[in-house]
């Protein structure tokens, strides 16, 4: 797993090039947004030891399982540790793929139950130490996002992808068609990338591909493609 320094309080780690978690700085230690596949324990809080604080929250942007897939095994080894996931997001988290009135999206896949209790449900504006809870649905139904009013980090899990530019969750490319394949809905994704684009951060790191300086403009045209693509989200 690769440890990339992004801010003095932000750290990505990356395995297999292409998936990230992230480590904030806290007073009394980091808070892991998100926990890349099954098997990273290890990876994640030797790298947090490297960089001198332990791991006292686990946040989670959404429960797609590479997102999750070592949730569970942190919990054993870190018992102590606070968890908080979005309140939308936990039924999903805990098995339960059940619709309110009125939402609608592709057939659920590729996500992975945690048996492992979960401390904190957030809703939008809620506070998770120096992060400020962001609803945007659309990649999945309660899908959150973490901005960090400190320096303006925007961690937004899968909300875009980096990898071949800023691209919107929901948007198709046929070379690269990966960010359609996997949300959910594509309107609310489309509404959502909107969303954080007027957060105006000051760098966008996300859950697939290198974090992003001075991403305005770059997330600016990645809303205008998705709505283009998706016009209906212009007017719901």
Not at 35 to 54: E, K, Q, Y
Not at 148 to 175: H, I, M, P, W
Request: proline share 5%.
């Amino acid at each position: 797993m690769r440890t990339v320094l992004e801010t003095k309080n932000l750290y990505r780690l990356t395995r297999f090039g292409m998936f990230n978690s992230f480590l904030v700085r806290e007073d009394a230690g980091f808070t892991l947004v998100d926990t890349n596949f099954s098997g990273s324990c290890d990876a994640i809080l030797n790298a947090a030891r490297m960089l001198g604080a332990p791991v006292t929250r686990i946040a989670i942007t959404h429960a797609h399982f590479d997102h999750v897939g070592s949730l569970d095994e942190l919990i054993r080894v870190l018992p102590r540790a606070e968890v908080a996931i979005g309140a939308r997001e936990a039924r999903i988290l805990h098995g339960d793929f059940s619709l309110d009135p009125g939402e609608n999206g592709k057939l659920f896949f590729g996500f992975k139950r945690v048996i492992g209790r979960i401390q904190h449900t957030l809703n939008d504006g809620d506070r998770l130490g120096s992060l400020r809870v962001v609803s945007c649905p659309g990649h999945t139904p309660g899908h959150i996002a973490f901005f960090d009013e400190r320096d303006g980090s925007l961690v937004a899990g899968d909300s875009y992808v980096t990898q071949k530019g800023v691209v919107a969750a929901g948007v198709f490319n046929v070379f690269f068609p990966m960010p359609a394949w996997f949300s959910w809905n594509p309107e609310l994704s489309a509404r959502s990338a909107a969303k954080l684009a007027a957060l105006k951060p000051a760098r966008l790191a996300v859950g697939h591909g290198p974090t992003v300086t001075s991403p305005a403009a770059a997330m600016h045209a990645a809303v205008e493609l998705a709505f283009r693509q998706h016009p209906s989200a212009r007017t719901r």
